[in-house]
Each structure stands twice: as structure tokens, then as C-alpha cells.
Nanobody, 122 residues
Framework: QVQLVESGGGLVQAGGSMRLSCSTS?????????MAWYRQAPGKQRELVTR???????IYADSVRGRFTISRDNAKNTLYLQMNSLKPEDTGTYLC???????????????WGQGTQVTVSS
């Protein structure tokens, strides 16, 4: 059974840093075409924070560009999110996401982690 398990969340003061990890089991990290971090704040829609493709291309949401860094360690089957200069508006549940295309028509398998809470105090 494939699982994505996040860790590293918690409480941090504004301006601080935090690193989130997403470990995969049941499927090697490099089997995913796309890995991403999403977040969801109370009362708001889930939003994409950052995404890395198998070719190494990365995109960031405007709100985190320059402060957050996504990286992947295929040998450890772990995806990371380094978050610096955190702001109260970064508060939310951060979820790990993996997607693998399984045929030429574009059908894909998607996996989500259970999420880890990040709270940034002002």
C-alpha cells in the first residue's frame, strides 16, 4: 500500500524557519512524475504551494517564492519543503502530493498525505 507521510510541522514565530518532510512507502519517490506541496488554511480552498517535476522543473506560488524551497532526495524517498521567513498567513495544513501518469491518454494515479499542521504566530 502506497503512503505519503508528512512530518516536521509545528508552531513557529513569524520570521522563523521550518522544514517539512514527506516520506514515501510502497512506491519509490522517483516513480512519481510530479511531487508537490499543497496547503489549506481554515475556511480557505486548498492551494498549491510548490511543485517539482521529474525533469527537475519547479514552480512556486507567488506568495512563497523566494522564501520556500522544495527539494527531493530520491535515495531517501523523501520530499522536503524548506520554509524561511515564515508569516502568519503561511499557517495551515500542509499536504504532500504525488502523481504518476500511467498511460498515453494521461490517466494518472494520485496520492495524498494526511497533512501536517504549520502554525505561524505573529
Amino acid at each position: 500500500q502506497v503512503q505519503l507521510v508528512e512530518s516536521g510541522g509545528g508552531l513557529v514565530q513569524a520570521g522563523g524557519s521550518m522544514r517539512l518532510s514527506c516520506s514515501t512507502s510502497g512506491r519509490a519517490l522517483n516513480r512519481y512524475d510530479t511531487m508537490a506541496w499543497y496547503r489549506q488554511a481554515p475556511g480557505k480552498q486548498r492551494e498549491l504551494v510548490t511543485r517539482v517535476a521529474s525533469d527537475g522543473s519547479i514552480i512556486y506560488a507567488d506568495s512563497v517564492r523566494g522564501r520556500f524551497t522544495i527539494s527531493r532526495d530520491n535515495a531517501k524517498n523523501t520530499l522536503y519543503l524548506q520554509m524561511n521567513s515564515l508569516k502568519p498567513e503561511d499557517t495551515g495544513t500542509y499536504l504532500c502530493y504525488g502523481r504518476r501518469v500511467i498511460n498515453v491518454e494521461g490517466a494518472a494515479i494520485e496520492h495524498w498525505g494526511q497533512g501536517t499542521q504549520v502554525t505561524v504566530s505573529s
